[in-house]
Each structure stands twice: as structure tokens, then as C-alpha cells.
């Protein structure tokens, strides 16, 4: 069965202060990892998407990476505005295009 | 750009009483799908659709039913609702395998079942 966890659930940090957040997966043969922001009363909002271990992709503060087991969330010095939360999910390349989901790490920047 | 497009934002039911979220894209996407967000539990599959005129069950589609009406509409339907169904549901689509699968949500719907 594939599975995410993600880690940790909720994260405060100061302005200005870099962090990563977690993602692991098991998956029955990967189609693609992606991750989305959340904010409150919204619906995600796609960020990237990762195919391959060793991939890299940026997006102003953010950086996401992957491994053979796991994704990483870089915040390099963040701001208020980029607190939300942030989502995790797989697809597989058996299943259609269908993505299971991490229950997110909720990301709060203190001014 | 409205992108997926949810009708209604919010809703009260009594148990018992049904009624149909609808959804909208205008990506000229193939695949549609309903998921729920429940706290603790994540975004989970109900439903989803391949391409027009096809559906499938996700992981947890007893108590609802989907109608995929034409290429940019995909409609859900809670036939009996309850409590259980409280949840805010999310609609979205994708392109599809052939041409890449990044997969785009609209705003959500809020459901209480009292």
C-alpha cells in the first residue's frame, strides 16, 4: 500500500530563520512526488513536482529535493507570507493518476 | 482564469437529505476527481475519472455517487447524507498521462451534516 508521512506536524520558525520539512514514502513504483501549499479556507496550490532521486527544483525560498525514500522542503530565510500549510503525495505508476497524500506540516513564521 | 470551479462553497443538511456538489474546469483537462479533507486524516480520494465517460472508485466512495457529464463538468452526489459526510470536499483535474500530471484543485466546498 503506498504511504506518506510527513514531518514534522507543525513547525514555528522566526523570520529569517531556514528549515526543512520531511516527506516519506513508500510507493509501489514512482510516478512522481509532489508537493503543494495550503492556506486556511483554501484548496492546494501546486508547487512542484519531483520524478527522479536526486532531483532538485526552486521556487523563490523553497526548494524541494528527493531521495529513493524520502522529499525534503527547504525554507531558506522565510517570511510571514509563507506561512501555510505545506502537502505531500505520490503517484504511482500503477493507479491512473491518482495521489496519495501526507496529512501536511503546518508552517508558522513569526515576525 | 477560474481554472476548477466548485458550486456550492457551503452547505448545511439535515441526515437523511441528499444533494449534489458540482465542478467545473476549464483547462480542457481529461481526468477529473472529488477528494475530502477531513483533520488528522489528510486529503483522500472518493472518486475519480480517467476521461470523459469513464469513472472509478477511490478510497473511500461508499455513500457517494459521481457523474462525469461532459468533458469539463464531474458532479458528486451524497444520495443519504450523514454525519460522517462532514467534511470539506475538493474537486480537481489534471491534463492526464500522455501529457503530463500535475493535478489542479478548486476552492473546496464546506459540508456540515446536522
Known amino acids: 500500500e503506498d504511504q506518506v508521512t510527513q514531518s514534522p506536524e507543525a513547525l514555528r520558525l522566526q523570520e529569517g530563520e531556514s528549515s526543512s520539512l520531511n516527506c516519506s514514502y513508500t510507493v509501489s513504483g514512482l510516478r512522481g512526488l509532489f508537493w503543494y501549499r495550503q492556506d486556511p479556507g483554501k484548496g492546494p496550490e501546486f508547487l512542484f513536482t519531483?520524478?527522479?532521486a536526486g532531483e532538485e527544483k526552486e521556487k523563490e525560498r523553497l526548494k524541494a529535493t528527493l531521495t529513493k525514500k524520502e522529499s525534503f522542503l527547504h525554507i531558506t530565510a522565510p517570511k510571514p507570507e509563507d506561512s501555510a500549510t505545506y502537502l505531500c503525495?505520490?503517484?504511482?505508476?500503477?493507479?491512473?493518476?491518482?495521489?496519495?497524500f501526507g496529512q501536511g506540516t503546518r508552517l508558522t513564521i513569526n515576525p | 482564469n477560474a481554472g476548477v470551479t466548485q458550486t456550492p462553497k457551503f452547505q448545511v443538511l439535515k441526515t437523511g437529505q441528499s444533494m449534489t456538489l458540482q465542478c467545473a474546469q476549464d483547462m480542457n483537462h481529461n481526468s477529473m476527481y472529488w477528494y475530502r479533507q477531513d483533520p488528522g486524516m489528510g486529503l483522500r480520494l472518493i472518486y475519480y475519472?480517467?476521461?470523459?465517460?469513464?469513472?472509478d472508485k477511490g478510497e473511500v466512495p461508499n455513500g457517494y455517487n459521481v457523474s462525469r457529464l461532459n468533458k469539463r463538468e464531474f458532479s458528486l452526489r451524497l444520495e443519504s447524507a450523514a454525519p460522517s459526510q462532514t467534511s470539506v470536499y475538493f474537486c480537481?483535474?489534471?491534463?492526464?498521462?500522455?501529457?503530463?500530471?500535475?493535478?489542479?484543485f478548486g476552492e473546496g466546498s464546506w459540508l456540515t451534516v446536522v
Open positions: 480537481a483535474s489534471s491534463a492526464g498521462q500522455a501529457t503530463g500530471n500535475t493535478i489542479y
Open positions: 475519472s480517467a476521461s470523459e465517460g469513464t469513472t
Open positions: 519531483l520524478y527522479s
Open positions: 503525495a505520490v503517484q504511482a505508476v500503477q493507479g491512473a493518476q491518482k495521489l496519495v
